[in-house]
């Protein structure tokens, strides 16, 4: 579990591939510096197990799921990445509950600046938007933000990717994160509330009656 605050904006290594799956290794200074075999670190909001230690550096197996619903299939040696170490008992809840299971992958489509800040907008995949509610949380490649406004067309209806949200950036996500830097077009992951999904889901498929008459 994360709570979507940063670490440390860290350097993706090499990727290799081993059939459908691979071995991915990051530059993470400070997350690497107390991380230990079977620890969970998010590296852009996926939550991946440690499998090797080297100094600054960390090492983790990807599976094809993994790839199949983020985008870390497209990192490049260089490219930052956004780290995060599992919350403990006692970790300050500065964000959201996030578990680094990521519900799909979106495209960053406007950025508009402001004085000290920025509104970004993304598009939705389909079926997320029942999720999303003006002022409630998301996680966007591992960072904990507060929904601005979403848009009223719900993509699980429609049948595309015609849904969108947006988000205000302050000057420390700027700063601190990948999200700062990237431009228009680039892809992000994304995870919806938790809670919201389970609520969802209650209400598709209400539990079953016990059968006991009053």
Same mark, same amino acid.
């Given at each position: 579990m994360f709570t979507g605050i940063i670490e440390e904006r860290g350097e993706a290594g090499t990727l290799d591939w081993h059939?459908?799956? &691979? +071995? *991915?290794? =990051?530059h993470g200074p400070l997350v690497a510096a107390d991380a230990r075999h079977g620890d969970s670190i998010a590296v852009d909001g996926v939550c991946l197990t440690v499998v090797a230690v080297d100094g600054a550096r960390f090492t983790v197996d990807v599976m094809k799921e993994t790839f199949d619903r983020s985008a870390l299939g497209g990192l490049r040696p260089g490219d930052p990445v956004n780290l995060e170490r599992a919350a403990t008992l006692a970790t300050r809840l500065g964000g959201h509950l996030v578990q680094g299971h990521v519900d799909g992958v !979106?495209? =960053?489509v406007e950025r508009v600046p402001g004085d000290r800040w920025e509104q970004?907008?993304?598009?939705? %995949?389909?079926g997320l938007g029942r999720y999303l509610v003006e002022k409630g949380s998301i996680a966007v490649d591992g960072v904990s933000l507060t929904v601005m406004e979403v848009s009223d067309d719900? %993509? !699980? +209806?429609?049948g595309d990717d015609a849904g969108w949200f947006s988000v205000g950036l302050i000057p420390t996500t700027l700063q *601190?994160?990948?999200l700062g830097r990237k431009p228009v077009g680039s892809l992000v992951n994304l995870e919806v509330d938790v809670i919201a999904k389970y609520v969802a889901k209650q209400? #598709?498929?209400? !539990? /079953?009656?016990? &059968? +006991? #008459? /009053?």
């Amino acid at each position: 579990m994360f709570t979507g605050i940063i670490e440390e904006r860290g350097e993706a290594g090499t990727l290799d591939w081993h059939g459908d799956s &691979g +071995v *991915l290794t =990051i530059h993470g200074p400070l997350v690497a510096a107390d991380a230990r075999h079977g620890d969970s670190i998010a590296v852009d909001g996926v939550c991946l197990t440690v499998v090797a230690v080297d100094g600054a550096r960390f090492t983790v197996d990807v599976m094809k799921e993994t790839f199949d619903r983020s985008a870390l299939g497209g990192l490049r040696p260089g490219d930052p990445v956004n780290l995060e170490r599992a919350a403990t008992l006692a970790t300050r809840l500065g964000g959201h509950l996030v578990q680094g299971h990521v519900d799909g992958v !979106a495209t =960053i489509v406007e950025r508009v600046p402001g004085d000290r800040w920025e509104q970004v907008r993304f598009s939705l %995949p389909a079926g997320l938007g029942r999720y999303l509610v003006e002022k409630g949380s998301i996680a966007v490649d591992g960072v904990s933000l507060t929904v601005m406004e979403v848009s009223d067309d719900e %993509p !699980a +209806v429609t049948g595309d990717d015609a849904g969108w949200f947006s988000v205000g950036l302050i000057p420390t996500t700027l700063q *601190l994160t990948t999200l700062g830097r990237k431009p228009v077009g680039s892809l992000v992951n994304l995870e919806v509330d938790v809670i919201a999904k389970y609520v969802a889901k209650q209400l #598709r498929q209400p !539990a /079953p009656t016990s &059968g +006991v #008459r /009053p």
